[in-house]
Nanobody, 118 residues
Framework: QVDMLESGGGLVQPGGSLRLSCTAS????????MGWYRQAPGKERELVAN???????NYADSVKGRFSISRDNAKNTVYLQMNNLKPEDTAVYYC????????????WGKGTQVTVAS
């Protein structure tokens, strides 16, 4: 059993910042990818950013230069620092973990709302 605990969402003005955190509690394969997806109303869920155990990162073009993802492997925790937020960043943000091995397990958080509005 793996539980995903997300925190850090909320309401922020355009140009502001938020930091999301997600901790995966339970047994997860040591080699994995942790990341964040988001889903805005009426749109499909999309990848925001992810980071593998060794530290390699991947970002959606829309957030490059504004968002930064990091992780603490000892704590099974992933962070998303979001700067210069725009109204189009408004969405529910979901934490995601996928093991890197044969027959990988995949875990999702319940989501945290991020609203960017003046």
């Amino acid at each position: 059993q793996v539980d995903m605990l997300e925190s850090g969402g909320g309401l922020v003005q355009p140009g502001g910042s938020l930091r999301l955190s997600c901790t995966a509690s339970g047994s997860i394969w040591i080699s994995n990818v942790m990341g964040w997806y988001r889903q805005a109303p009426g749109k499909e869920r999309e990848l925001v950013a992810n980071i593998v155990t060794g530290g390699r990162t991947n970002y959606a073009d829309s957030v490059k230069g504004r968002f930064s993802i990091s992780r603490d492997n000892a704590k099974n925790t992933v962070y998303l620092q979001m700067n210069n937020l725009k109204p189009e960043d408004t969405a529910v943000y979901y934490c995601h973990v996928r093991e890197i091995r044969r027959d990988p397990a995949v875990y999702w958080g319940k989501g945290t709302q991020v609203t960017v509005a003046s």
